[in-house]
């Protein structure tokens, strides 16, 4: 956004508000924004009296998302990286709580605090440790490659993280013809499939008695709402204005409907780059529906579908009212200890291995 782009200056409630209405966010009410305009006021006070680092998922509600800087915003791996850069004492993370984890193994040293650390996330939830470890021992001496969408400990098992953005590239990188993928299955098999046999994937379920997981927001999507989305919003398929864009959690018969798959980060460059050419009319983007309601703003000129009924429950625990109380914490002296994140050295010392392998080979 940003609410809080003027440098060094910090806003009146009066010039909040008109910010967050000059920003047409056509989710966002007059009701929702004289409602809300109070917390977003002080906490954009706080966070530059207190030179705090926000960093928001794309996923965050269009209030959350703008508490941070263009420079905070962003999906896993862009958070990660921004995550390393700063200075601050204090790193917030608006996103679930495998992220502020990766954020605090980057930074072992900074104070790393999440608005909820109930925010889940079902592949991180239902898959572990033990698992891997299972797998390493029906497959030994297969490398290990983990979706970032992973807590601390199961990380720590493994040789190499990745991103959506760039599990194709890293696991080309990897030593050997087999690879160890988890946790999430869909994800695996689109792999697999983008691959063609130039490495064999191996995943849980597949030749083994491991059970995977998958996320529980992009397997709703099913090839017949894609369909009729297609039929009903009038984006046909190889029109050249309209876009179908899929995310790589999706199930493999949805990607090979797609326009166009991806990454977040790279659904939102593909939309910038159509926006520039003066050649995109609509999109429609199967994921999570605050990650739409982010993209309606940014880019107003095309005509966006959405499926809000379609929320990730994980992301949505964290609300402005609890960020807003974490602020209030730290400006009154109080114990943080309700939203640190909080890991040990020997996990993080292992865990920071295969993310560090990750961003040596993303670039
Ligand atoms: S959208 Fe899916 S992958 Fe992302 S946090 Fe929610 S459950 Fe996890």
Known sequence: MSTSSKEMQILTLAEVKAEIYSRKNPTLTPVDIEIHANAVHRILELKQKHDIVVLGHNYMEPLVFGLSEKDEQGDSLALSMRAIKTNSQYIIFNGVRFMAETAKILN?????????????????????????RELKLQHP????????????????????CCTSANAEKIAME??????????????????????????????????????????????????????????????????????????????????????????TTQIRNDIAYRVEQGTLEKAFIASECELTSN???EFPTVEFGTACSIRCNHMAKI?????????????????????????????????????????????
């Open 295 to 297: 993209l309606m703003e």
């Open 141 to 160: 001496g297969v490398p290990v490659m983990i979706y970032i969408n992973s807590y601390a400990e199961a990380k720590a098992e493994c040789d190499v």
């Open 174 to 263: 990897m030593p050997g013809d087999e690879l160890i993928f988890v946790p999430d299955l869909f994800f695996a098999q689109n792999l697999e499939n983008v691959l063609n046999g130039k490495k064999k994937i191996i995943y849980p379920g597949k030749g083994n008695n491991t059970k995977g997981a998958v996320c529980e927001v992009h397997e709703k999507f099913t090839i017949s709402d894609i369909i009729s989305m297609r039929n009903s919003f009038g984006i046909t398929k190889s029109h050249p204005n309209r876009m179908l864009y899929v995310h790589w959690e999706c199930k493999p018969e949805v990607l090979q409907e797609a326009d166009y798959y991806g990454s």
């Open 108 to 132: 072992p040293d900074k104070m790393v605090l999440i608005a909820d650390r109930q925010s889940g996330c079902s592949l991180a939830d239902d898959f572990g440790a033990e698992q891997i």
């Open 319 to 363: 609300s402005l009212d609890k960020i807003h109380n974490i602020f209030e914490a730290i400006e009154s002296g109080d114990d943080l200890s309700p939203w640190e994140i909080t890991l040990s050295d020997e996990i993080i010392s292992k865990a920071v291995k295969p993310i560090e392998k990750m961003l040596s080979l993303s670039y």
